[in-house]
């Protein structure tokens, strides 16, 4: 057995979530399956009510899925038995570390991997603005840059200036 004490995170709530989820899922199918008898059942009435146990099930595959990786994290897996690299795993007499327990039992040997990192030239390169020297776009900027100059050198006839800006107090 490990000295390393076995850390387990309670949450009722997530818990009590998969359950109603499950039920609730497991409940319409059954309701599905109730209306596919009925005399006006069609073949989409049962179609959901082999769909709606799959969904429970991926309820819970979820629930079990998110412990899983939530114990990976913190270096250690549901039985104990440290996961975290150069740490010492039992010996099983098969010549295997079993590292993995429970559902995921099957994955004997793979330590649990750290982050990984995305290789460089994996993803696509971002695309980069073209620097565009187009002389009637430059021509007309400076147009509208003298226009803008003129506008606030001769100010307004019409009233106090307004101040364009807004104030965020």
Sequence with gaps: MSATPRRTVHRPALVLLVVVLALAALAL??????RFSSASGTAQNLGYA????????????AYFRFVR???ETTGTEPSGVSTEPGADT????SGLSNTRTGLFA???GAPAAGPREIPA??????????????PVLAEYNSYLARLNAA???AGSTAGPARDTERSAG
């Design 29 to 34: 199918g059954w309701w599905q399956w109730e």
């Design 50 to 61: 082999l769909q709606w146990p799959l969904f429970a099930g991926f309820a819970l595959f």
């Design 69 to 71: 990786l939530e114990t």
């Design 90 to 93: 039992p010996d099983t007499g």
């Design 106 to 108: 099957g994955r004997r």
């Design 121 to 134: 030239g994996f993803l696509p390169e971002r695309p980069r603005a073209a620097r565009d020297d187009d």
């Design 151 to 153: 506008d606030g050198a």
